[in-house]
């Protein structure tokens, strides 16, 4: 994949959110799988196929890539095991830790929203 050029609409839009840090959370967490991906490794190491398992829905391909920019970011700490075949865990970071009772409160208003949806 090319780099982008540093004065592209793409980065200045990116520039201008990330000054925001709510909307820097929210990038770094946001999307489709990033954060289901971290409340699966909410209670302690798993493997890939583990993870896999637990969200049949994606695809191997995205989980990869997803669980790599989670590493990139220092959301998920990925050991590798001198084995033979390798062994590979995946584990939250102590960052990321801090992160489960944000995204518990976040079910809660997740519930009274849709509650509240379901009414109109």
């Known amino acids: 994949m090319g780099k982008r050029k540093d004065n592209s609409t793409n980065m200045l839009n990116e520039k201008v959110i ?17 954060l289901l991906i971290l409340c ?21 391909r995205m989980l990869a ?5 989670l590493e ?3 959301l998920v700490k990925r050991t590798v095991y001198a084995e033979v075949p390798p062994r590979v865990d995946y584990e939250l970071t102590d960052i990321s ?3 489960i009772p944000v995204w518990r409160q976040l079910e809660v208003w997740a519930v009274k929203h849709k509650k509240l949806v379901e009414k109109l």
């Open 18 to 34: 990330m000054e925001c840090e709510l909307m820097y959370a929210v990038c770094k967490i946001g999307g489709r799988w990033k």
């Open 40 to 60: 699966k490794l909410e209670n302690g190491k798993l493997r890939f196929s583990e993870i896999k398992r637990l969200i049949p829905e994606i695809t191997e």
């Open 65 to 69: 890539l997803q669980l790599r920019e």
């Open 72 to 74: 990139k970011d220092g």
């Open 97 to 99: 830790k801090e992160l």
